[in-house]
């Protein structure tokens, strides 16, 4: 973290800034952002950029290994396997909470990781307006990494989504699209590459083509910008027998393929070695029940949103489980409170995305995306009764300056 540009910040921030920032971060969407924004960036110093970089270059060494998907086959569940999967992802999303070491260091540590797209169009629009607002700027502090710029991105973004093929062939396609909380993500993604929204429910189907409708007239789909978790109908019966069977071998690209979903996900924490990744085990491969369990937190492999997670683990909650092979025993990640707010230290997880285009040897770290908190978990359902908390960006320094 950068002392001086907190100070700096702190001393300029009024609740007025604030109120006058999140209408003009609204202004001119067809809807509202609809999860809470945070009132402050996060600065990162040059030895917490590189901290993040290595710990996320050791991670992408293990999805980069040959036998990748062997490793992970298992962590797809026999209902959710998609046909015609790819050779790798085209989205990586690595969250890494801010923690302290033994040594006193801000380090980052591993939360939890996505194979899947985040909020990749937002988050420019967000650090834009933070700029604009509280004059920030953009010669000194940029939220891009790999020398990348916002040509540069939205070019890769550009060439990782749409890739070869017209914009109209190309749709971003989730459940009842227009109804999510990400639909803000969904149109400023729109605005930059020109791609039409679609509901999963939308979706026509003639042989093994997919279509959608417009004017009447039906366009066939060539890449789908999948943004639809599986978690997330699994129970709607009703959608299930009317919506098209996206499981089949249809004849369709899929950016990113719904199967990475599950490959890089909290299963692969196990397969993962590093300083910046805490011992994670599979329940039914323990050899005994660790004595420290107040060290450790208890998830399930199937779930998002820090859904159905255990962090005052008792004994009697392990040997209780039914399907243990779907469990994950955690090392206890302990965040630092380093964000300074008016009434005290708040905590921060920073999540690195990845882009990762067909013809590409390995994938781009592009951008981030960042939440603060000051509940017990990181999301906005553990803190709906704080302020300075919510969706936020962190800027680095501009080496361009």
């Not at 509280?134 to 939220?143: E, G, K, V």
């Not at 071998?249 to 979903?261: A, G, R, S």
């Amino acid at each position: 973290m950068v002392p001086s540009a907190r100070t700096a910040f702190n001393a300029n921030f009024a609740n007025a800034k604030y109120q006058s920032f999140l209408r003009e971060l609204n202004a001119g969407l067809s809807r509202p952002i609809e999860f809470r924004v945070a009132e402050t960036p996060v600065f990162i110093d040059e030895a917490f950029k590189n901290k993040l970089i290595v710990a996320g270059n050791d991670i992408i060494d293990t999805i980069l290994r040959p036998d990748f998907k062997n490793l992970t086959e298992k962590a797809i569940p026999q209902n959710w396997k998609v046909a015609k999967e790819n050779d790798h992802p085209h989205f990586i999303a690595l969250d890494f909470g801010v923690c302290k070491n033994p040594e006193g260091e801000l380090v980052p540590k591993l939360i939890e990781l996505q194979g899947f797209p985040s909020l990749f169009g937002f988050q420019v629009h967000l650090a834009e307006h933070y700029q604009q607002t509280f004059q920030i700027p953009d010669r000194d502090w940029t939220i891009y990494f790999s020398g990348l710029d916002k040509e540069a991105y939205i070019a890769l973004l550009k060439k990782t989504i749409v890739g070869p093929y017209q914009p109209e062939e190309v749709v971003l396609m989730d459940v009842s699209a227009y109804d999510q909380k990400t639909v803000v993500d969904f149109l400023i993604t729109q605005q930059y590459l020109h791609i039409p929204i679609i509901a999963l429910q939308d979706l026509k189907q003639l042989g093994n083509q997919l279509f959608y409708e417009v004017n009447g007239q039906l366009k066939q789909i060539k890449r789908i910008y999948n943004r639809l978790i599986f978690d997330e109908i699994e129970n709607d019966h009703k959608l299930l027998n009317a919506m098209v069977d996206i499981r089949q071998p249809l004849d369709v690209e899929w950016i990113t393929h719904p199967n990475w979903f599950y490959r890089i996900s909290k299963y692969t924490m196990p397969f993962l070695n590093g300083d910046y990744v805490p011992k994670t085990y599979f329940v039914d491969q323990l050899g005994e029940i660790p004595a420290d369990l107040e060290n450790f937190v208890l998830k399930p492999l199937f779930s998002f949103a820090g859904q159905g997670v255990i962090i005052d683990v008792k004994k009697n909650d392990i040997e209780s489980l039914s399907d243990k092979h779907n469990w994950i025993l955690q090392q206890k990640v302990n965040y630092e409170p380093a964000i300074q707010a008016p009434d005290g230290g708040v905590k921060a997880e920073i999540r690195l995305l990845y882009l990762w285009p067909d013809g590409d040897r390995k994938p781009t770290l592009a951008i981030n995306l960042t939440r603060l908190s000051k509940g017990k978990m990181i999301g906005v359902r553990y803190n709906q009764d704080f302020d300075w908390v919510g969706g936020t960006v962190a800027f680095i320094k501009n080496k361009m300056e």
